[in-house]
């Protein structure tokens, strides 16, 4: 499946998280609205296993994509490697005039297993940015962990992370925003030695996922298939199933019978079926790294879009 850049949890009783980072924030967020087909059409494009992994992932890639076509600064954040573990440390502005937070740190096995740990600790960037003669500052950093284990061919990855942003809150305006995002999740992933678009991938997950703007959802996916042989626009089978208060939204993956470009997929609410939502794309991940390919998290994040695009 080609890889798209995206726009910016299951049942508690399943999973319940340990009071990591990630917890902090989704303990206050509000249960999310998902009474109508707009909120669920909302969660359904951010709620799967393979859209949440792409999604978290970014904090890993933070480095190159805020360097964007300037390239990265070599000496900021300062890079160090030890055996298999890599630190970023900030500290410092780089040569694009970016200042660098908290850190990064890298435990890997090695580039055959793919198997590895992250772990943020305030890590992020702020830089300076003017609007109508007003300053201020575009802020993003992480907290937590990610860390992915198994075989070649099956992995488990496990998430506890938190993120906090801060500045303008969307490209050509002067408003501000302050806000945050949560994901405490775990899933595996069979046939994650599978190429970009050429094999069969099988995704399943449970856990809480929460943005400080919409609230909270607790969302499961099971057996959600990603295979570019045959369909390139969507899902091909599986389930994701998503609930806040009070209500239940399931979203059925049919690229196998019903494979349209439009990326459809069948819905109900409640127990009731409800038809087809468009645009819920699936998000694949090339090798056993699974390199990031969403950075739209929240709306302060718009900058790491622009910077991209230079």
Not at 255 to 268: L, M
Request: glycine content about 12%.
């Amino acid at each position: 499946m080609h890889s798209r850049w995206l726009a910016v949890v299951a049942m508690s009783g399943l999973w319940v998280g340990c009071g990591g980072p990630a917890a902090e924030a989704l303990n206050k967020y509000k249960p999310a609205s998902l009474a109508s087909e707009t909120d669920v059409n909302e969660w359904a494009e951010r709620s799967s296993a393979p859209l949440i992994y792409a999604t978290t992932n970014v904090a890993a890639t933070l480095v190159s994509v805020v360097a964007g076509s300037d390239g990265k600064d070599p000496n900021c954040p300062v890079e160090k490697k030890d055996g298999n573990t890599t630190t970023f440390t900030g500290g410092c502005t780089d040569k694009n005039g970016v200042e660098w937070l908290g850190s990064m740190v890298l435990v890997s096995e090695g580039e055959d297993t793919g198997n590895s740990r992250y772990t943020y600790d305030g890590f992020g960037y702020q830089e300076s940015f003017s609007c109508e003669g007003q300053t201020g500052k575009n802020k993003a950093v992480f907290h937590g962990t990610i860390s992915v284990t198994g075989t070649k061919a099956k992995k488990e990855f496990a998430i506890d992370l938190r993120q906090e942003a801060a500045g303008q809150q969307n490209e050509g305006s002067c408003d501000t925003t302050n806000a945050s995002a949560a994901w405490e999740y775990k899933g595996t992933i069979d046939g994650a030695d599978s190429a970009l678009g050429e094999g069969k991938q099988t995704w399943s997950g449970s856990g809480r996922i929460g943005y400080e703007t919409r609230g909270l959802v607790e969302v499961e996916t099971k057996a959600e298939v990603v295979d570019g042989s045959v369909c390139d626009y969507e899902a091909v089978s599986g389930s994701t199933t998503m609930k806040s208060g009070g209500h239940t939204a399931v979203i059925t993956y049919d690229g196998a019978t019903d494979c349209e470009e439009r990326s459809t997929v069948q819905w109900s609410l409640d127990g009731k079926a409800s038809g087809e939502l468009e645009g819920i794309r699936c998000s694949a991940a090339s090798g056993p790294t699974f390199a990031a390919w969403s950075v739209a998290l929240l709306g302060a994040l718009g900058l790491m879009r622009r910077r991209a695009r230079r």
